[in-house]
């Protein structure tokens, strides 16, 4: 059965760091372009982050462009989201999905956006960003 898990969630004070990771069983990651979303209480679903399959390309939403860092290890099956600098308006439930030879949109989303069929989701982890 495939499974996405994401892990490394938490409670941080602003100006603080996170490193979320996304782990996979069945999937080979590095056929996937795997994005991170991210949905805090009454607001709709925004992407975050999204690597390309072959981890060469990166993007990022305008928000946290030069705060977070998203990167692979295929060796490990798994992709990263570095989160520096928190505010706590990055506070929400973070998600990753996985797009098998997917592309990714400029604003760290996929193109086309979701929902697809196709695409494969974790179950979140919680970002508490608070003093």
């Known amino acids: 059965q495939v499974q996405l898990v994401e892990s490394g969630g938490g409670l941080v004070q602003p100006g603080g760091s996170l490193r979320l990771a996304c782990s996979a069983s069945v999937l080979t990651l590095e056929h996937y372009a795997v994005a991170w979303f991210r949905q805090a209480p009454g607001k709709e679903r925004e992407g975050v982050s999204c690597i390309s399959s072959n981890g060469g390309s990166t993007y990022y939403a305008a928000s946290v462009k030069g705060r977070f860092t998203i990167s692979r290890d295929n060796a490990l099956n798994t992709v990263y989201l570095q989160m520096n600098s928190l505010k706590p308006e990055d506070a929400a439930i973070y998600y990753c999905?996985?797009?098998?030879?997917?592309?990714?949109?400029?604003?760290?989303?996929?193109?086309?956006?979701?929902?697809?069929?196709?695409?494969?989701w974790g179950q979140g982890t919680q970002v508490t960003v608070s003093p």
């Open positions: 999905a996985a797009r098998v030879w997917g592309f990714c949109g400029d604003n760290g989303s996929y193109y086309p956006p979701p929902p697809d069929p196709g695409d494969y």
